[in-house]
């Protein structure tokens, strides 16, 4: 049985991959510190056998037993108002916690596959974003922390590869959504759904004219799944390139809800938020055969069924 360390295991998406690596019969070990992880979106996991769960924070020294195949580092802060408020740990595991990981892969002679962001493309002034594309990111603003934990990260990542010869893959994951977001995280997804159910305004930041593209988390686990099986080495964007302003995106909202009463407020846009956000992925399509199935009204309507279980 092959065996996978996934740090960020309670968390949204490394919930969503434990469960796909182990239903594809993998030993999974989860790693997580439960920072802005929640243990309850894996413990339906402890009773099997092939999944085994360490509470550790990466940044520190990692270390686990016996043969090991793969690691996918999925642990960092991951929304505006998680990093901010922690920007500190944030880069840690974007630098220590990368460089602890790559030194394990190293010692076991696993395959490493690291969690990179449509964020390192900043606020673009390339539309879509490639691969190629470096990207328009401000080091010093409040964003910086993610940012550049997760450019250094490529970069580390690369080093590891170009000099001693790791076997790696790079995911550029763009905006997702899905069951097990945290309702509180900030996101605008999870704050538009629970604040349409409660019968509140929308908040919208800026003036709702700047765009997202939204993928739906099975598509994401899917593409993630397959780069780590491919022989890719550089960065892959895995994302919905079907693009929405965040007004519109607000009255798809609204409307799904069924709540016309929930109006919408405007407050200023913070500082560096990107104006557009759409990944080019013919890369993922060619080296992949990968492309998004899940329509955005289809995975809106999964996604409402769950925020109305868990918005109170």
């Known amino acids: 049985m092959k065996k996978v360390l996934i740090t960020g295991a309670a968390g949204f998406l490394g919930s969503h991959l434990c469960d796909r690596f182990i239903k594809e019969g993998f030993h999974v070990i989860g790693m997580d510190n439960l920072l802005t992880g929640n243990i309850d979106n894996i413990s339906h996991l402890f009773p099997l056998k092939q999944f085994e769960y360490y509470h550790h924070d990466v940044s520190k020294f990692v270390h686990v037993p016996g043969n090991l195949d793969y690691i996918l580092h999925f642990a960092s802060p991951a ?186 407020t405007f407050k200023n846009l913070p500082v560096d938020d990107p104006k557009q956000r759409r990944p080019e992925i013919s890369l993922a399509k060619k080296i992949l055969d990968w492309e998004p199935k899940v329509s955005r009204e289809e995975g809106m309507k999964k996604v409402l069924e769950y925020f109305k279980s868990v918005v109170i």
Request: aromatic fraction near 10%; include cysteine.
């Open 79 to 264: 929304s505006p108002i998680d990093y901010l408020k922690m920007p500190i740990q944030t880069l840690k595991v974007g630098s220590l916690g990368t460089h602890n990981l790559l030194g394990l892969a190293k010692e076991k002679q696993a395959c490493i596959l690291i969690a990179s962001t449509s964020e390192v493309y900043g606020d673009p002034l390339e539309h879509p974003q490639k691969e190629t594309y470096w990207g328009n990111v401000n080091p010093i603003g409040p964003r910086g922390v993610y940012d550049e934990a997760k450019r250094f990260q490529e970069a580390i990542t690369m080093a590891y590869h170009t000099y001693h010869k790791l076997a790696i893959r790079i995911v550029r994951i763009f905006n997702t959504y899905g069951p097990r977001m945290r309702v509180d995280d900030g996101r605008v997804i999870p704050a538009f759904f629970s604040q349409a159910i409660k019968g509140e305004e929308l908040t919208i930041f800026g003036d709702g004219s700047q765009t997202r593209s939204f993928c739906y988390v099975d598509d994401q686990i899917e593409g993630i799944y397959r780069l780590l099986m491919s022989n890719y080495s550089l960065p892959v964007n895995i994302g919905n390139p079907v693009e929405i302003s965040i007004g519109d995106f607000a009255r798809e909202v609204v409307a799904l809800v069924g709540n016309p009463q929930a109006g919408i």
